[in-house]
């Protein structure tokens, strides 16, 4: 039996937002998401600076991956994520921000806060009540903790439950 690879998360909550916000201009902007197509994959490459092997990603059979666009700029991907739906929890396996979103220059705030916000309203959606687990690096733990509410688990597993994903899905979504 093939044994799934676990990434060790490194994603930084850099500001939790009710949307994304331009590190410019202050101005914040509303955020859809929705599935990566194949035909997305021509911009997501290592050689555009993009970390992970998202092609695989797609090609996973047990995973649905999800990308972050501004609403009115659906072209443009501010970023990533790879997700399992347990029977009880939705499993984050990876979430990466645009190059463009990266290092002190980056262009927007807020998209991994999005992004395991849209988790948490996806665990609601699937009736496993805003459970949803991650795998963290240890330097990251602490961090978790702190921005997103998750609790450290065991070893590196970081799960976030009913009340902290209600927080997180209030603040990013507005019904």
Not at 18 to 32: H, L, Q, R, Y
Not at 54 to 60: D, G, P, R, T, V
Not at 149 to 159: K, Q, Y
Not at 163 to 174: E, Q, R, S
Request: one cysteine or more; hydrophobic letters at 40%; glycine letters at 6%.
């Amino acid at each position: 039996m093939k044994r799934d690879k676990i990434y060790h998360n490194d994603f930084i909550i850099d500001r939790l937002t009710n949307s994304i916000v331009n590190t410019i201009s202050g101005d914040s902007f509303p955020t859809e998401v929705s599935l990566l197509v194949k035909s997305d994959l021509k911009d997501i490459t290592k050689k555009r600076g993009w970390i992970f092997d998202w092609i695989s990603e797609l090609k996973s059979t047990d995973r649905e991956v999800y990308k972050l666009t501004i609403t009115n700029n659906l072209n443009v991907i501010q970023g990533l994520t790879s997700l399992t739906v347990k029977a009880d929890h939705v499993l984050i396996h990876l979430i990466e921000n645009a190059p463009f979103n990266r290092g002190k220059d980056k262009l927007y705030e807020g998209v991994p806060g999005n992004l395991v916000a849209f988790a948490c309203r996806l665990s609601f959606q699937r009736g496993h009540d805003g459970f949803v687990s991650f795998h963290s690096k240890t330097n990251l733990v602490n961090h978790y903790i702190k921005t997103l509410g998750a609790l450290h688990h065991r070893n590196h597993l970081m799960v976030i439950e009913t009340d902290a994903a209600t927080n997180l899905v209030n603040k990013y979504f507005k019904s």
